[in-house]
């Protein structure tokens, strides 16, 4: 296995597609996709235009579905809900396919749709990507943070990291067997650093100070959790994603 991680969608490959892509929006698509699936959600299904979301989610029944827009962090007026995985309960969730556009998270998992297998990943369901990797074994497998707006984020690469982390541990194997590219080295460094105080990372982030002052600390303090849901988003037709484990 090669494991290649890509800081932001737009530095990925543009001729070639992975075995395995992994997308990853800790901050919060990722982390919110897995909780829908978790608490009984039908799918998720993900979109980077607001305008189509509405168009396509308009033939499916109201009572089964749930139309999920944020932007800047904020919930887009006339949604049902934002992007808080806090919001996604089961009496809401349960049996109904969470419609879903973000600033970034969507736009990852669409850049990256055309590979074998897409896989949703943050740090609450970092050990369900693990054990779909080690079970599966894809030949290249791609890491893909959704950074924000094109730049960098430390969230999103520090979780790449957490998997790469914990993939070598389990398998051990050593970064040298693994790595496909030097950012699997850099991230396992971040995470190694940080991986006792991610909420502190995330306070030190970009996008966490940007919650921070929508006072989202609770959606902070959830999505710094690590390995609490034994849930795989993964993709079963373009931009639809359904529990796999
Ligand atoms: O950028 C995204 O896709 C979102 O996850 C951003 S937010 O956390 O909902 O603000």
């Excluded at 499916?60 to 806090?86: C, H, Q, T, Y």
Aim: proline share 4%; charged share 20%.
């Amino acid at each position: 296995m090669k494991l290649f991680i890509y800081h932001t969608p737009e530095l990925t490959p543009v001729d070639k597609v992975p075995e395995c892509a992994i997308a990853v929006d800790v901050l919060r698509a990722t982390t919110t996709m897995a909780t829908v699936l978790a608490a009984g959600g039908e799918a998720v299904q993900v979109f980077s235009n607001l305008d189509q979301l509405m168009q396509v989610s308009e033939s499916w029944p109201a009572e089964k579905r749930l139309r999920a827009g944020e932007r800047g962090g904020a919930k887009v007026p006339g949604f049902d809900m934002g992007n808080s995985p806090l919001e996604c309960t089961p009496d809401l969730v349960k049996g109904r396919r969470l419609f879903i556009s973000t600033t970034n998270g969507t736009r990852t998992l669409q850049r990256v749709q055309d590979a074998k297998a897409v896989l949703a990943a943050a740090f609450i369901n970092r050990g369900a990507a693990v054990k779909y990797l080690l079970s599966l074994q894809p030949e290249t497998v791609w890491i893909v943070g959704s950074g924000w707006e094109g730049s960098f984020s430390l969230e999103d690469t520090a979780c790449a990291g957490a998997i790469a982390h914990s993939l070598l541990q389990l398998a051990d194997l050593s970064a040298d067997e693994v790595a496909g590219n030097d950012e699997v080295i850099n991230a396992i460094a971040l995470y190694s650093q940080w991986q006792d105080n991610l909420l502190g990372l995330f306070h030190n982030a970009s996008h966490g100070k940007r919650l921070l002052g929508l006072e989202c600390h609770e959606d902070l303090k959830y999505c710094s959790q690590t390995d609490t849901l034994d849930v795989l988003p993964m993709q079963q037709e373009p931009g639809v994603l359904k529990r796999y484990y």
